[in-house]
């Protein structure tokens, strides 16, 4: 039995389309349809239930060293109120998850992490953690809510206590809205501005209906998870269980910039170097046949495979089918023009830089 | 979920009219394009003069979230396919019943095809 967010009859009086996904009941679109949230986002703003997602706290005096043993981004210089991105590694290089850290202060930081991933992560990091650090799960208490686009900062402000985080990967703690204290964050999953509120279970609802009925006149739709998986692929935002695993490395996903290897010692980190140049590397596709590639689908350059679709789409902003890929290093640049076998048929495609989309300063 | 009574169905969600002039017109219930959600691409595989046989591929649906089959709801020769609809697969999300994809004649009586009522039961099963 799927667990329901505070948001689940939110959801269904507005025809959410409710499935199962990661242990909650989430919708996969509203009425609009994916295509029409979407382009919401991308012009207007969309709300999205995130609630599913995992949050945990990392605490104690030896909080950050644990942090850096665990995870390959480098914490050492950040300040309260930052976020960082950062996948973190098994002893093979493999990719654990990938997660948020966000400094509360010098001894605590909450990470977010994917909600598929959470009851391995959470035993893979207790199994872990030494010294002066405990680790405390606020997932089942925590909802999330995500408003993305240009139009999410005038709507959200509009109901907030106070100023809102203003640079891109910063938060802010105990702002109010709509009466209800959330941790707001200038974060998301959609290439576009937009913030990310954390927020306990209780009288969540009634931010949920403020933020719907603020945004109306701004043109926010309400997304389902079906216009966060494209609306991410745009973007390239590697995605959990497709672009990453415990088989990918975060270098082969391209993903180096988040993978300090000049730190002393991280989880993994021995055997990246060990590896050497990664085998494989992510890239992007453009079709150019009427069809759309499809994670899993075999990618052919001159009739000879060299990897797989990670995840495909029909790109609604770009009114293009795209897609990526991992490949061998090195097999192909930007402007090769390749085969994807979907479903018995080779559908043309052409290599293209990611991201796909990118929005306008 | 709009179940047209003067219209007959197959278990996996195609529509038939049967028109005055001997023609069967075929196409995805409104059932089918919603659960699909946003129609990208149809890919018919069928030709105007070609055959199709009921119950058989006869072309595919793409649509953001999945891709599926199109079945022919009866066999015959096909007469003309829909070029609008193909090039403008949206018009399926819009007007299912209007958006037809195939139009086949002469054709061959398919005693398996569903009434709406008997429709209505499957989808109400799934």
């Not at chain 1, 665990?70 to 002893?91: H, R, V, W």
């Not at chain 1, 959470?122 to 139009?151: V, Y």
């Amino acid at each position: 039995m799927e667990k329901k967010t505070p948001f689940c009859d939110a959801h269904v009086r507005s025809a959410g389309k409710m499935v199962p996904y990661a242990g909650y009941l989430l919708p996969v679109s509203y009425a609009a349809g994916i295509a029409a949230e979407h382009m919401a986002v991308r012009t207007a703003a969309g709300l999205f239930d995130v609630s599913h997602m995992g949050e945990v706290l990392i605490s104690g005096a030896d909080a950050l060293s644990n942090l850096q043993n665990l995870l390959t981004n480098d914490f050492s210089g950040m300040a309260d109120g930052q976020i960082k991105y950062s996948p973190m590694c098994n002893e093979d290089g493999g990719t654990v998850d990938d997660l948020l850290v966000y400094r509360k202060d010098e001894k605590l930081y909450m990470i977010v992490l994917n909600a598929s991933n959470r009851e391995k992560d959470i035993s893979w990091m207790r199994a872990r953690l030494q010294g002066d650090t405990k680790l405390t799960d606020i997932s089942e208490q925590t909802a999330e809510i995500a408003i993305q686009g240009p139009r999410s900062a005038e709507i959200v402000a509009t109901l907030a206590d106070s100023p809102l985080p203003v640079k891109y990967y910063t938060f802010t703690d105990n702002i109010s809205i709509s009466g209800v204290r959330c941790l707001v964050s200038r974060t998301g999953y959609t290439g576009e501005d937009g913030f990310e509120l954390y927020l306990d279970n209780q009288n969540a609802r009634d931010v949920w209906d403020a933020l719907m009925q603020q945004g109306v006149a701004a043109g926010l739709l309400p997304c389902g998870l079906g216009a966060r998986d494209t609306l991410r692929l745009e973007a390239a935002m590697p995605l959990y269980g497709h672009e990453l695993d415990e088989d990918i490395t975060p270098l082969e996903a391209g993903l180096g910039r988040f993978v300090k290897m000049e730190k002393d010692f991280f989880l993994g980190k021995s055997a990246l170097l060990r590896a050497g140049t990664p085998a494989r590397e992510r890239i992007g596709l453009e079709i150019l046949d009427r069809g759309i590639a499809r994670a899993g689908d075999t990618v052919l350059l001159n009739e000879k495979a060299i990897g797989a679709v990670t995840s495909g789409t029909m790109a609604p902003a770009l009114n293009k089918a795209v897609a990526m890929a991992l490949v061998q290093r090195g097999s192909v640049a930007a402007g090769y023009e390749l085969g994807v076998e979907s479903r018995g048929k080779i559908l043309q495609a052409r290599v293209v830089g990611l991201p796909f989309y990118k929005k306008s300063k | 979920m709009s179940v047209p009574r003067d219209l007959f169905y197959t278990a996996t969600s195609e529509w038939v009219r049967f028109t005055d002039d001997g023609f069967a017109l075929a196409g995805l219930t409104d059932h089918a394009q919603e659960t699909l959600g946003d129609i990208a691409y149809v890919n018919l595989s069928c030709v105007a003069g070609g055959a199709v046989s009921a119950g058989e591929a006869m072309g595919e649906i793409e649509s953001i979230k999945a891709v599926t089959d199109v079945y022919a709801p009866v066999s015959g020769t096909v007469a003309a396919v829909n070029e609008e609809a193909v090039d403008n697969p949206e018009r399926i999300n819009a007007d299912p019943y209007g958006a037809w994809l195939v139009k086949i004649g002469p054709f061959e009586p398919n005693p398996a095809l569903l009434d709406a009522a008997a429709y209505e039961q499957i989808i109400a099963g799934e």
